[in-house]
């Protein structure tokens, strides 16, 4: 992530994904809580059902040549080989995890467990925090560590929720923590790679440093200091909107039922009941 325009475009996955999850699964819950299980995506009606599939699709391979992109104008520098390789790593995981979707959506359900899909995701989530802030410290490394916490509360969802999915709590964390993540990592874009939204006394990060302690550049410790401080409250403001964002929408979901959409209604309510009553019909398949 080394430049604004790549944190932008990581909100602009993250951010609608995470907000567009939060709702179908809510939707899903409030419909019959007894029957809830998460689900790895929450397809449209079926009409622009594809219409999530080829969004993925042309979202990914952009994303890698913004990366591929990114990486070249530093290609001078070897040091960044071995980040460049770890960066590529975590885009591949992710646009694996994509494809692990449609395979078992357009094919044999049992073929690919939901279990491990999620345990997928999970992983990918934990190799994105090893790479996460790379080569920054100072206060840029203090921001990109609230960065790697929130991933670390997406990687722990998706682990809880591949052992269990009828679990709630787990995927409200999980949807929460990807629009968490991409109103933080704009915010991260905006105060450390522009003038405009830059922190106070702070000059913006113009190019990575191949000595690896790349940080903005302040003139004062005490303009330093200050610039922790205020992206903790700002980290704070983030994590109440986001809070408040989900409760509102929980509560209107719960009070208004036309606003739930997706699978909340139709064709995956009858799934999850016919795999609850075969459950409770033949338990030995649980167990198996």
Same mark, same amino acid.
């Not at 200091?225 to 994590?239: D, K, Q, S």
């Given at each position: 992530?080394?430049?604004?325009?790549?944190?932008?475009?990581?909100?602009?996955?993250?951010?609608?994904?995470?907000?567009?999850?939060?709702?179908?699964?809510?939707?899903?819950?409030?419909?019959?809580?007894?029957?809830?299980?998460?689900?790895?995506?929450?397809?449209?009606?079926?009409?622009?059902?594809?219409?999530?599939?080829?969004?993925?699709?042309?979202?990914?391979?952009?994303?890698?040549?913004?990366?591929?992109?990114?990486?070249?104008?530093?290609?001078?520098?070897?040091?960044?080989?071995?980040?460049?390789?770890?960066?590529?790593?975590?885009?591949?995981?992710?646009?694996?995890?994509?494809?692990?979707?449609?395979?078992?959506?357009?094919?044999?359900?049992?073929?690919?467990?939901?279990?491990?899909?999620?345990?997928?995701?999970?992983?990918?989530?934990?190799?994105?925090?090893?790479?996460?802030?790379?080569?920054?410290?100072?206060?840029?490394?203090?921001?990109?560590? %609230? %960065?790697?916490?929130?991933?670390? %509360?997406?990687?722990?969802?998706?682990?809880?929720?591949?052992?269990?999915?009828?679990?709630?709590?787990?995927?409200?964390?999980?949807?929460?923590?990807?629009?968490?993540?991409?109103?933080?990592?704009?915010?991260?874009?905006?105060?450390?790679?522009?003038?405009?939204?830059?922190?106070?006394?702070?000059?913006?990060?113009?190019?990575?440093?191949?000595?690896?302690?790349?940080?903005?550049?302040?003139?004062?410790?005490?303009?330093?200091?200050?610039?922790?401080?205020?992206?903790?409250?700002?980290?704070?403001?983030?994590?109440?909107?986001?809070?408040?964002?989900?409760?509102?929408?929980?509560?209107?979901?719960?009070?208004?039922?036309?606003?739930?959409?997706?699978?909340?209604?139709?064709?995956?309510?009858?799934?999850?009941?016919?795999?609850?009553?075969?459950?409770?019909?033949?338990?030995?398949?649980?167990?198996?």
């Amino acid at each position: 992530m080394a430049s604004l325009a790549s944190h932008f475009s990581a909100f602009l996955l993250l951010f609608p994904v995470g907000l567009r999850r939060l709702h179908f699964s809510s939707s899903l819950y409030l419909k019959n809580p007894s029957l809830y299980r998460s689900k790895t995506w929450y397809f449209s009606e079926p009409r622009w059902k594809n219409l999530d599939f080829y969004t993925l699709i042309i979202a990914l391979p952009i994303a890698s040549f913004c990366e591929i992109f990114i990486f070249l104008t530093f290609s001078g520098h070897p040091t960044y080989r071995f980040p460049f390789f770890q960066q590529s790593v975590t885009l591949f995981l992710f646009w694996a995890l994509i494809i692990l979707v449609i395979i078992r959506e357009y094919t044999d359900p049992l073929l690919i467990n939901e279990g491990f899909v999620f345990l997928f995701a999970g992983v990918s989530f934990l190799v994105e925090y090893s790479v996460i802030g790379k080569g920054i410290a100072g206060v840029s490394g203090a921001v990109y560590d %609230l %960065l790697g916490a929130l991933t670390i %509360l997406c990687a722990g969802s998706s682990l809880y929720l591949s052992v269990n999915p009828s679990a709630f709590f787990a995927e409200f964390l999980l949807s929460s923590g990807l629009v968490f993540k991409g109103t933080w990592v704009l915010q991260t874009g905006l105060s450390l790679y522009t003038d405009v939204f830059g922190l106070k006394g702070c000059k913006k990060i113009s190019v990575l440093s191949a000595q690896g302690n790349t940080d903005v550049q302040c003139d004062l410790q005490e303009d330093r200091l200050r610039g922790v401080a205020l992206m903790n409250l700002l980290f704070t403001g983030h994590a109440i909107l986001v809070l408040a964002v989900s409760i509102v929408l929980f509560g209107l979901l719960s009070s208004n039922r036309t606003l739930r959409c997706g699978e909340a209604s139709g064709p995956l309510l009858m799934e999850l009941e016919c795999e609850t009553m075969s459950m409770r019909t033949h338990p030995e398949l649980e167990m198996d």
